[in-house]
C-alpha cells in the first residue's frame, strides 16, 4: 500500500485487499486437505505398516472387507452390521465359480480377535482365500512375488 506525502490531498486508491480472501481460502484449502480423504475412502482405517509383496487389490471384481477402529464392518466401503456380514459375503461368492479371494483391511488398533472373526465368518460364508492389507513402511518398496507363491494370502478358515 503507498501512502502519498506531500501536498494536503490524500488520494483515494483502487486497490483491492485481498488478504480477507487469501485468509478464507487458506481455512478452506486445509478443510478440504483434512475432510476430503476421509470422505473418499468410506472406511477409516489405519492399517499396520509393512512391506507389500504386492500392490493393493484395485482390480474390477477384487472384494474389500475393512474394520474400522470401532469394530464397525465395511464390504467394498459400505457398511455393514456384524450380524449381516455372512449373508452378504454368501450373496457375492455363491456366484463366484473361480476367484473366492476377500482382501481384508483393518485398523492396526483393533482388537486382533475382531479380525480373526471377520476370516472365520468369511470362510463360513465361500471365501477361499483371504489376503491381509498393510501400509507399505515408509522407505521400502514392495517387492515381486517369487515362483514358488511366496507371499500368497493366506487361506480363510473354514474355506478349502
Same mark, same amino acid.
Given at each position: 500500500?503507498?501512502?502519498?506525502?506531500?501536498?494536503?490531498?490524500?488520494?483515494?486508491?483502487?486497490?483491492?485487499?485481498?488478504?480477507?480472501?487469501?485468509?478464507?481460502?487458506?481455512?478452506?484449502?486445509?478443510?478440504?486437505?483434512?475432510?476430503?480423504?476421509?470422505?473418499?475412502?468410506?472406511?477409516?482405517?489405519?492399517?499396520?505398516? /509393512?512391506?507389500?509383496?504386492?500392490?493393493?487389490?484395485?482390480?474390477?471384481? %477384487? &472384494?474389500?472387507? +475393512?474394520?474400522?477402529?470401532? $469394530? *464397525?464392518?465395511?464390504?467394498?466401503?459400505?457398511?455393514?452390521?456384524?450380524?449381516?456380514?455372512?449373508?452378504?459375503?454368501?450373496?457375492?461368492?455363491?456366484?463366484?465359480?473361480?476367484?473366492?479371494?476377500?482382501?481384508?483391511?483393518?485398523?492396526?488398533?483393533?482388537?486382533?480377535?475382531?479380525?480373526?472373526?471377520?476370516?472365520?465368518?468369511? /470362510?463360513?460364508?465361500?471365501?477361499?482365500?483371504?489376503?491381509?492389507?498393510? %501400509? &507399505?513402511?515408509? +522407505?521400502?518398496?514392495?517387492? $515381486? *512375488?517369487?515362483?514358488?507363491?511366496?507371499?500368497?494370502?493366506?487361506?480363510?478358515?473354514?474355506?478349502?
Amino acid at each position: 500500500m503507498g501512502m502519498s506525502v506531500g501536498s494536503g490531498s490524500a488520494a483515494v486508491k483502487a486497490e483491492p485487499n485481498v488478504t480477507p480472501l487469501v485468509d478464507v481460502m487458506l481455512v478452506l484449502l486445509i478443510i478440504f486437505m483434512v475432510i476430503i480423504p476421509t470422505l473418499t475412502s468410506g472406511l477409516n482405517a489405519e492399517p499396520p505398516q /509393512g512391506v507389500n509383496l504386492k500392490k493393493h487389490p484395485e482390480e474390477e471384481g %477384487d &472384494q474389500l472387507l +475393512g474394520i474400522d477402529r470401532n $469394530g *464397525v464392518y465395511y464390504l467394498n466401503r459400505n457398511p455393514v452390521r456384524g450380524e449381516e456380514l455372512e449373508q452378504a459375503l454368501k450373496r457375492i461368492y455363491d456366484v463366484r465359480e473361480t476367484d473366492k479371494i476377500l482382501y481384508v483391511r483393518a485398523d492396526r488398533q483393533l482388537e486382533y480377535q475382531k479380525v480373526e472373526d471377520a476370516v472365520n465368518i468369511a /470362510g463360513k460364508a465361500g471365501v477361499r482365500v483371504t489376503g491381509l492389507i498393510s %501400509d &507399505q513402511t515408509p +522407505g521400502t518398496e514392495g517387492t $515381486g *512375488v517369487d515362483e514358488r507363491g511366496a507371499g500368497a494370502a493366506a487361506p480363510a478358515a473354514g474355506g478349502q
